[in-house]
């Protein structure tokens, strides 16, 4: 009896600890269903239990922060009565066992969190990372994660605004897939995944409940085997004209009086959104399972319970709203069936075919998991990697850089993005491949401007440092467009967290990003931990995403990356940093992934900012553009290709490689002749660090230090490299 009693939480995926837990909590032993729903809702993707306490450093609160962690999204102040909703989260593991269909119902998931807050989503992002294209397997996962991608997000009109994508052998067996998504509402018609007001009823509505992601909670809380074929049945599958039906239909509810709570079915399904409505307003729910639409015979409380099917939503409405609210869902086309009602017992009631079913108190399930805290262990690759190099003091830079421009993870990212509608809406401001994404907010003259960053080489050489970095690249994207960083959302993507040294690279990188967090001003609104991504041979390198939300007033204001003709004049604005330390100027060149990496002062980089915005908004910049991987020699090409013109600079500097390829901040902007004394005045007397590099000219690339020519490049031969290799690399060209 005890060898089975085992062997049933082992399978649930619950501990000895775990199960003690419950039998104290229940009071009781569970039933196969109890033990079934604990174990989906106590999984690593679900309860958080490796991270709940560490997620506390994050700072949370703010000027502007409308609604922090804890709701399907976090929300923002835009002004006006606008609230900006947004969040991201993963789909890695569906997305490594089946590429489409994981990244695609990803896509559906994330839309679901923003429409179930009341708000119109108006923008997709993502981040995804893949091992080296040399491997067919990586090419496979890449065209079918993007595909999945598209076909979905173009389905449901909502323009793909930007992204960014990443190569490493670290991901050669665990793909990532995080999707980003944003919408807007007004502040009055927020709504609440709450499930409040004794006697009210609970309605699930849209697509037919099937047997489809069962248990896809616990398969994303472990690592991935060898055997991922076997594991398709946990991935979900996607009807994204249905979630376009779904979405229209609780637009249209917003404005409803009789609707109490709303929200998606994503993880854990029905366990899930039932647990937590309950939670949030400390009642209990009485479910009737014969009332669910299915889509499959005989189907058990437990596959009704715990399927992940796609397009559905949990509602919660006032008895007397609940015909209205049928008729609303029915002119979409779509079933809603009254399948429960709020109790004041605490608990969620199960019943099915004339049975009680289970019986579990909402607090225990939802928050009673017993939490960790691993040991920790610095790993020593840390202080070996920490060195930097010697480096030859001649290089062939002509050479060095053709090579840069056209690798995978700097090149252009067309092939990717031209799968995307990104102008659907006709609200589109900066589209994607510009450093910054951005979308009009109607009836102002107001865009939101939003990123997703991570160098995840970053935080794998020094973790706490790192974690500063990658919030500081997304801060920087925001600032180089014209927006003002408002606040955070994060994909926190990392190894098996039972593993000392694992744990200590999540803690400490989680430190470093609140702190800069806290130094930025910009609070930390809600995302999503993906732990446990790591194969048989490989684990992936700490990939901590920063999707970073702003504003600006007058879109019209907003600049470009691109030089915008000839006889601009180019500056420096900023400090480039004092290290090559996780450069791709080691990586690519050396071979070597390590150094120290560059230093952080974040009273330079809050008063750089402060200068770049108002240079903007005074209308004198032409173009901007953050200096990030490849340093300013890529980032001179990148706009110099961009706009469709060469420039000639002088550099002066006694340390040619840091100026070329640091990687430690700073931006490139260029400026009409007629505006260059008014910019250098007000950098100066702002004390903001600034130099002036050269001119916009004809159709060569020309970098000069200490009058000797070190770079000589013509665009005609350099902007093919950068904008054809990635679908070279992709068709299997290894060039």
């Not at 999204?73 to 789909?91: Q, T, Y």
């Not at 599958?237 to 979405?247: Q, S």
């Not at 180019?570 to 480039?576: A, N, T």
């Amino acid at each position: 009896m005890a060898n089975s009693r085992e062997e049933s939480y082992k399978l649930a995926g619950l501990t000895e600890e775990e199960y003690q837990k419950i039998l104290a909590d229940l009071k009781r032993e569970p039933n196969p269903l109890e033990l079934s729903m604990y174990g989906v809702l106590w999984s690593e993707h679900c309860s958080y239990k490796h991270t709940k306490k560490l997620l506390k450093y994050f700072p949370t609160e703010g000027e502007k922060v409308l609604q922090g962690p804890g709701e399907n999204a976090g929300v923002l102040d835009g002004g006006d009565d606008i609230g900006i909703v947004f969040k991201i989260e993963s789909h890695n593991h569906p997305s490594a066992v089946e590429p489409y269909q994981g990244a695609a119902t990803g896509v559906g998931g994330i839309v679901r969190d923003i429409f179930s807050m009341g708000a119109r989503p108006v923008a997709l992002l993502n981040s995804l990372r893949f091992g080296s294209l040399n491997k067919q397997r990586n090419r496979y996962l890449l065209t079918g994660v993007v595909k999945g991608i598209g076909d979905y997000g173009n389905c449901l009109g909502i323009p793909d605004v930007g992204g960014e994508v990443y190569f490493h052998s670290c991901y050669d067996e665990n793909p990532l897939v995080n999707a980003m998504c944003l919408g807007l509402v007004s502040v009055d018609k927020i709504k609440k995944g709450i499930a409040q007001g004794i006697g009210n009823v609970v309605m699930l509505v849209g697509a037919a409940t099937g047997r489809d992601g069962i248990k896809g909670a616990s398969f994303a809380s472990a690592n991935l085997e060898e055997d991922n074929e076997n594991k398709r049945p946990s991935v979900q599958v996607g009807d994204p004209f249905m979630e376009k039906l779904l979405l229209e239909a609780c637009m249209e509810l917003v404005d409803n009086p009789y609707v109490v709570g709303v929200q998606d079915l994503g993880a854990a399904g029905l366990t899930s959104s039932a647990c937590e409505m309950a939670a949030r307003g400390k009642s209990g729910l009485e479910l009737n399972l014969d009332k669910v639409h299915v889509r499959e015979e005989n189907m058990s409380a437990m596959e009704i319970m715990l399927s992940e099917s796609q397009e559905r939503m949990l509602y919660v409405v006032k008895p007397q709203g609940v015909e209205e609210v049928k008729k609303v869902f029915a002119k979409w086309d779509l079933q809603a069936s009254e399948i429960g009602k709020v109790t004041d017992s605490g608990k969620i009631e199960i019943y099915y075919k004339g049975k009680l079913e289970g019986s579990i108190p909402t607090e225990s399930i939802v928050d009673g998991v017993p939490l960790r805290d691993p040991l920790r262990k610095k790993p020593a690759y840390i202080e070996e990697k920490a060195k930097d190099i010697p480096i030859k003091e001649k290089v062939n830079y002509n050479d060095v850089l053709k090579t840069l421009i056209a690798d995978e993870n700097i090149c252009s990212r067309k092939w990717i993005y031209s799968q995307y509608d990104y102008m659907v809406g006709n609200n589109t401001i900066l589209r994607p491949g510009d450093t910054v994404g951005a979308v009009r907010i109607q009836g102002t003259t107001k865009a939101i401007g939003m990123t997703v960053d991570c160098n995840p080489l970053y935080p794998y050489l020094e973790p706490y440092h790192g974690g500063m970095m990658v919030v500081l690249e997304s801060y920087r994207n925001l600032v180089a467009g014209g927006f003002k960083p408002l606040g955070i959302t994060n994909c926190l993507n990392y190894p098996n967290p039972e593993d000392p040294e694992n744990y200590y690279v999540l803690e400490q990188s989680i430190k470093g990003i609140a702190k800069a967090c806290q130094e930025l001003n910009t609070p930390v609104t809600g995302g999503n931990v993906s732990l446990y991504n790591q194969g048989v041979n490989t684990k992936i390198y700490p990939t901590p995403v920063i999707g970073m939300v702003g504003l600006i007033e007058d879109y019209h204001r907003c600049v470009t990356t691109a030089f915008k003709g000839e006889g601009e004049l180019v500056y420096l604005v900023g400090e480039l940093g004092n290290s090559l330390g996780g450069s791709i100027f080691y990586q690519k060149v050396y071979g070597y992934e390590g150094g120290k990496l560059p230093d952080v002062d974040f009273q330079k980089e809050r008063n750089a900012a402060k200068g770049i915005l108002e240079l903007i908004t005074r209308g004198l910049l032409a173009s901007a553009t953050d200096i990030s991987q490849g340093g300013l020699a890529i980032a001179l090409i990148k706009s110099c290709i961009k706009g469709k013109v060469g420039v000639e600079v002088e550099l002066g500097t006694q340390n040619l490689n840091l100026e070329l390829f640091a990687e430690g901040g700073g931006y490139l902007v260029s400026v009409k002749e007629e505006n260059a004394l008014k910019i250098e005045e007000f950098l100066t007397g702002a004390a903001i660090s600034w130099k002036k590099l050269g001119k916009t000219q004809g159709d060569e690339i020309i970098i000069k230090n200490n009058k000797e020519r070190v770079i000589h490049l013509h665009l005609k031969e350099v902007a093919p490299l950068w904008e054809t290799a990635l679908e070279r690399r992709v068709s299997g060209d290894r060039e």
